[in-house]
């Protein structure tokens, strides 16, 4: 069986950071839902303050430098994303939202998402549904329908007790294993391959279109 | 006769965005006309420094100036004598195909053949709407307007109908290119395969800017371009058509070419305020530094992209006054490109071809033969159904209406 790759991406600032705390825990969860389903996965971990800077010179520059480069191919590449923010002024971080930014804008098309955010308190955790959801749902990702979202209270004894934060990771991390279950392993089509860009066995007597004939 | 330049493998010159931009160092903006005279007399002083080839850029916006191209080019034409002109890009996608025809065909015989262009779809996303174009149908328009570019130079009468272009019935695209030969075509691209194939199908040159990002990111598509000029039938790989651009600042100690250029990268349109000048030249081929840098830099681009026929600078943006500019035309022409010469020259395949010239385009076709002179006959209204609207040739088949010839 092949491999699964799950991309992680920790829009947190802070070290330690409870937004990374939050993304390792789904993480770790969905490799176990996986290897209960038979499927092996690896994970690797973006922390987006690693990237700050480079992220403003792709913006300016149009151009991601080596290392940029070299995370954005892991999301790229991977069989899933679980996509972790902090909320700040009700909605994902700028930073976040410019790593999204430098991706291209199909590279999201049908991988599976689990979305993660935190905060200080629940009050601000409908964010994950009325601000990051449309993110991914423009960008043709495919986010499983939990979200799952940890309030400081959440890593101690005041957090909810009906449905705890464990409880919320797994229920999020069982519908990422098996929207990763349900799918083939990323093949990464290359670009600059003719079938790819034409189209297999095509030339471009094709793109030409009527005016060659073809 | 056309004018020859005396080069053969490699030709060198500079490219030219004709942005009009503050002077970081003494906040002067120069005016739209003192920058379009400094860019005749850098073009002039190219070819006095020994250079190959001027490229200009076009645009429709300020700050820049260049909306005309074949203007300027022709004017500098008028003023020099081996330089080769051309352009970085002319845009195949909002211009009409029937003009960029007429006009560099014009070029061709006030320079005496000394003209080439280079295509391109533009970065300017508001130049589509101005022209009455959709950028979403950017590469259709890429396609099907050079598709009809070629047929006006190709052939002396077109029928023509595509998506884009109202129809043409019996339309002769005046003058006929110099000689017979139209003028050599290169299709510049930084990311998109498609044009790397479309420069491939028709053998045309490529061209690969080359500046601002990363050469490993321009590298797959001059490799793809190679493979596919193949697959077409046009040669191997190795005898595809390859430019590439550059961006260079130097000065005889590198620390006084990093000093002076320093204020002119920060506040640079393209990468000011974005990462330093020492990371940039890193990852870029941008090299500010001393001649012998810039020597070493160039001198192994080929081991990434192969043996190439083109190399051109940019050398005279983002603020820098005409007088650095020339000094470093100076510097570039005395100590660089004679250097460069030599190294792109040695252990150089003979498989390889030579950059492109009008004159040995021409004699490709003709051999030793005279060229074509095309003249018209006198049109009474029966260009079209009295055979070729030449004298000099029989009316090519599938002329206009489709109607026959008389003629033996």
């Given at each position: 069986m092949t491999e699964r790759r799950i991309a992680v991406i920790s829009g947190g600032l802070s070290n330690p950071s409870s937004t990374r705390m939050l993304a390792d825990k789904l993480a770790a969860e969905t490799v176990k839902q996986l290897a209960e389903r038979d499927i092996e996965a690896s994970v690797d971990v973006i922390e987006l303050r690693d990237f700050a800077h480079d992220i403003t010179n792709n913006m300016l520059t149009g151009f991601a430098p080596a290392n940029l480069e070299t995370a954005i191919n892991t999301v790229y590449s991977a069989d899933a994303l679980i996509a972790v923010t902090p909320i700040f002024s009700t909605s994902y971080s700028g930073l976040f939202k410019s790593f999204i930014d430098v991706l291209d804008p199909d590279a999201l098309t049908g991988k599976p998402v689990l979305i993660g955010a935190n905060a200080g308190t629940a009050r601000h955790s409908l964010a994950i549904d009325y601000a990051i959801r449309p993110l991914f749902a423009y960008l043709h990702a495919e986010a499983v329908s939990t979200g799952v979202f940890a309030a400081s209270s959440d890593w101690g004894g005041g957090g909810d007790d009906v449905a705890p934060l464990g409880k919320r990771v797994e229920k999020g991390a069982r519908e990422l294993a098996e929207a990763i279950a349900r799918k083939d392993a990323a093949t990464a089509a290359d670009p600059f391959d003719p079938a790819n860009y034409l189209g297999e066995g095509r030339s471009f007597g094709h793109l030409l279109g009527g005016l060659a004939g073809e | 006769m056309s004018e020859q330049t005396e080069t053969s493998g490699v030709q060198f010159g500079l490219f030219t965005v004709s942005d009009i931009t503050q002077n970081p160092v003494t906040g002067e903006t120069p005016s739209e006309r003192q920058k379009i005279?400094?860019?005749?007399?850098?073009?002039?002083?190219?070819?006095?420094?020994?250079?190959?080839?001027?490229?200009?850029?076009?645009?429709?916006?300020?700050?820049?100036?260049?909306?005309?191209?074949?203007?300027?080019?022709?004017?500098?034409?008028?003023?020099?004598?081996?330089?080769?002109?051309?352009?970085?890009?002319?845009?195949?996608?909002?211009?009409?195909?029937?003009?960029?025809?007429?006009?560099?065909?014009?070029?061709?015989?006030?320079?005496?053949?000394?003209?080439?262009?280079?295509?391109?779809?533009?970065?300017?996303?508001?130049?589509?709407?101005?022209?009455g174009q959709d950028i979403r149908q950017g590469l259709p328009l890429a396609i099907e307007n050079y598709a009809l570019l070629r047929k006006l130079w190709d052939e002396d009468v077109v029928d023509w109908e595509g998506k884009f272009r109202t129809p043409l019935q019996g339309f002769t695209s005046t003058p006929r290119p110099l000689d017979g030969v139209a003028p050599f075509v290169w299709h510049g691209s930084i990311r998109t395969p498609e044009i790397a194939e479309q420069a491939a199908y028709y053998g045309d040159g490529f061209f690969a800017n080359n500046i601002f990002w990363p050469k490993e990111h321009y590298q797959r598509l001059i490799e793809l371009y190679r493979q596919r000029f193949a697959h077409y039938g046009h040669g191997t790989p190795e005898q595809a058509i390859v430019g590439i651009g550059g961006q260079v600042f130097m000065r005889a100690n590198s620390q006084d070419a990093v000093n002076e250029f320093r204020p002119y990268f920060d506040n640079a349109p393209v990468y000011g305020h974005g990462p330093s000048m020492e990371d940039f030249?890193?990852?870029?081929?941008?090299?500010?530094?001393?001649?012998?840098?810039?020597?070493?830099?160039?001198?192994?681009?080929?081991?990434?992209?192969?043996?190439?026929?083109?190399?051109?600078?940019?050398?005279?943006?983002?603020?820098?006054?005409?007088?650095?500019?020339?000094?470093?035309?100076?510097?570039?022409?005395?100590?660089?490109?004679?250097?460069?010469?030599?190294?792109?020259?040695?252990?150089?395949?003979?498989?390889?071809?030579?950059?492109?010239?009008?004159a040995a385009r021409v004699k490709a076709v003709y051999g030793e033969g005279p060229a074509r002179e095309a003249r018209p006959g006198a049109n009474r209204g029966d260009n079209l159904t009295a055979g070729s609207p030449y004298q000099d040739t029989p009316a090519p088949a599938g002329a206009a209406f489709g109607l026959g010839r008389k003629e033996a």
């Amino acid at each position: 069986m092949t491999e699964r790759r799950i991309a992680v991406i920790s829009g947190g600032l802070s070290n330690p950071s409870s937004t990374r705390m939050l993304a390792d825990k789904l993480a770790a969860e969905t490799v176990k839902q996986l290897a209960e389903r038979d499927i092996e996965a690896s994970v690797d971990v973006i922390e987006l303050r690693d990237f700050a800077h480079d992220i403003t010179n792709n913006m300016l520059t149009g151009f991601a430098p080596a290392n940029l480069e070299t995370a954005i191919n892991t999301v790229y590449s991977a069989d899933a994303l679980i996509a972790v923010t902090p909320i700040f002024s009700t909605s994902y971080s700028g930073l976040f939202k410019s790593f999204i930014d430098v991706l291209d804008p199909d590279a999201l098309t049908g991988k599976p998402v689990l979305i993660g955010a935190n905060a200080g308190t629940a009050r601000h955790s409908l964010a994950i549904d009325y601000a990051i959801r449309p993110l991914f749902a423009y960008l043709h990702a495919e986010a499983v329908s939990t979200g799952v979202f940890a309030a400081s209270s959440d890593w101690g004894g005041g957090g909810d007790d009906v449905a705890p934060l464990g409880k919320r990771v797994e229920k999020g991390a069982r519908e990422l294993a098996e929207a990763i279950a349900r799918k083939d392993a990323a093949t990464a089509a290359d670009p600059f391959d003719p079938a790819n860009y034409l189209g297999e066995g095509r030339s471009f007597g094709h793109l030409l279109g009527g005016l060659a004939g073809e | 006769m056309s004018e020859q330049t005396e080069t053969s493998g490699v030709q060198f010159g500079l490219f030219t965005v004709s942005d009009i931009t503050q002077n970081p160092v003494t906040g002067e903006t120069p005016s739209e006309r003192q920058k379009i005279k400094d860019a005749i007399r850098i073009a002039t002083h190219a070819e006095e420094v020994g250079l190959d080839v001027f490229a200009i850029g076009e645009h429709h916006n300020p700050p820049f100036w260049s909306s005309s191209p074949t203007t300027t080019l022709a004017a500098i034409a008028a003023q020099t004598e081996r330089l080769i002109l051309s352009t970085s890009t002319t845009l195949i996608t909002t211009n009409d195909p029937v003009k960029i025809a007429e006009d560099f065909a014009m070029l061709q015989h006030i320079s005496d053949g000394r003209t080439d262009l280079m295509l391109g779809r533009g970065n300017t996303g508001p130049v589509y709407p101005w022209f009455g174009q959709d950028i979403r149908q950017g590469l259709p328009l890429a396609i099907e307007n050079y598709a009809l570019l070629r047929k006006l130079w190709d052939e002396d009468v077109v029928d023509w109908e595509g998506k884009f272009r109202t129809p043409l019935q019996g339309f002769t695209s005046t003058p006929r290119p110099l000689d017979g030969v139209a003028p050599f075509v290169w299709h510049g691209s930084i990311r998109t395969p498609e044009i790397a194939e479309q420069a491939a199908y028709y053998g045309d040159g490529f061209f690969a800017n080359n500046i601002f990002w990363p050469k490993e990111h321009y590298q797959r598509l001059i490799e793809l371009y190679r493979q596919r000029f193949a697959h077409y039938g046009h040669g191997t790989p190795e005898q595809a058509i390859v430019g590439i651009g550059g961006q260079v600042f130097m000065r005889a100690n590198s620390q006084d070419a990093v000093n002076e250029f320093r204020p002119y990268f920060d506040n640079a349109p393209v990468y000011g305020h974005g990462p330093s000048m020492e990371d940039f030249t890193e990852m870029t081929p941008l090299t500010v530094g001393s001649p012998q840098q810039v020597i070493d830099r160039y001198a192994a681009m080929r081991e990434t992209f192969g043996d190439y026929q083109r190399q051109l600078f940019l050398i005279d943006h983002a603020g820098l006054p005409l007088k650095v500019v020339l000094e470093q035309l100076d510097i570039l022409g005395g100590e660089v490109v004679p250097v460069l010469r030599k190294e792109l020259a040695k252990n150089r395949p003979a498989a390889v071809p030579d950059a492109p010239t009008h004159a040995a385009r021409v004699k490709a076709v003709y051999g030793e033969g005279p060229a074509r002179e095309a003249r018209p006959g006198a049109n009474r209204g029966d260009n079209l159904t009295a055979g070729s609207p030449y004298q000099d040739t029989p009316a090519p088949a599938g002329a206009a209406f489709g109607l026959g010839r008389k003629e033996a």
